[in-house]
């Protein structure tokens, strides 16, 4: 089954500073990437989704990149907000049935003002 | 608003307790999941549901069971508690392919202490 790694688990940033958080997964078969922000006391939320047709989404400050042939992808927010400090999970699955999603262990991000 | 509902925040029950976590969505959609969360482990699934009285295991379905009666409810039961089941549990939600979407929505979490 598909297996995907997440890094860093932690990471702290400058406020305005930029974040990447890296993961690779196994399954070359996998074609949709999500990526999901979870705040204090609230479940996960979609921020930014990619599948395998393309290389590159962006979505104001948030942009994900896509290397198949490599199997990862990297979430990229630049001007960093203490509002973006959060965890997030990236996560793979192979459409059209992505009952099959599996997600990485989460990275807590930290933006200090 | 999508939205997704689990019944309770927080849950204290004793070991060997049989434990009934609801989830509720308003949005027709005709896949559920719940989802185990522990720290380094991220998201471990444990059952879905692609439709009424359907179900499928997922990654971690041992000490527990689901049920699916009606559309917009997903309950998972624990049979007889253990402490190793002290977790954060999430419900989520999804249309189904070809109906658009493949976003997931998720519930606010239970967080389950077992003692």
């Known amino acids: 089954g598909e297996n995907v790694e997440q890094h860093p688990s932690t990471l702290s940033v400058q406020e305005g500073d930029s974040a990447v958080i890296k993961c690779t997964y196994s399954?070359?078969?996998?074609?949709?990437f999500p990526w999901y922000k979870q705040e204090l006391g609230k479940g996960p939320q979609l921020i930014i989704d990619i599948r395998s047709n393309v290389g590159e989404k962006k979505d104001q400050r948030i942009a994900v990149t896509l290397n198949k042939t490599a199997k990862h992808f990297s979430l990229h927010i630049t001007e960093t907000q203490p509002e973006d400090s959060a965890v997030y999970f990236c996560?793979?699955?192979?459409?059209?049935?992505?009952?099959?999603?599996?997600f990485g262990a989460g990275t807590r991000l930290t933006v200090k003002p | 608003d999508v939205k997704v509902t689990q019944s309770s925040r927080y849950l204290v029950k004793r070991t060997g307790e049989k434990v009934f976590l609801e989830c509720v969505q308003d949005m027709d959609h005709e896949n559920m999941f719940w989802y185990r969360q522990d720290p380094g482990l991220g998201l471990r699934l444990i059952y879905f549901s692609y439709d009424v009285k359907m179900k499928e295991k997922g990654d971690i379905p041992e000490g527990y069971s689901v049920s699916r009666e009606k559309k917009e409810r997903f309950s998972l039961i624990l049979e007889s508690a253990s402490t190793n089941q002290t977790s954060m549990y999430l419900c989520?939600?999804?249309?189904?392919?070809?109906?658009?979407?493949?976003?997931?929505?998720f519930g606010q979490g239970t967080r389950l202490t077992v003692v």
């Open positions: 996560a793979a699955s192979i459409t059209p049935n992505n009952n099959d999603m599996r």
């Open positions: 989520a939600s999804r249309t189904a392919l070809g109906r658009g979407g493949t976003e997931a929505f």
């Open positions: 399954d070359s078969a996998s074609n949709y």
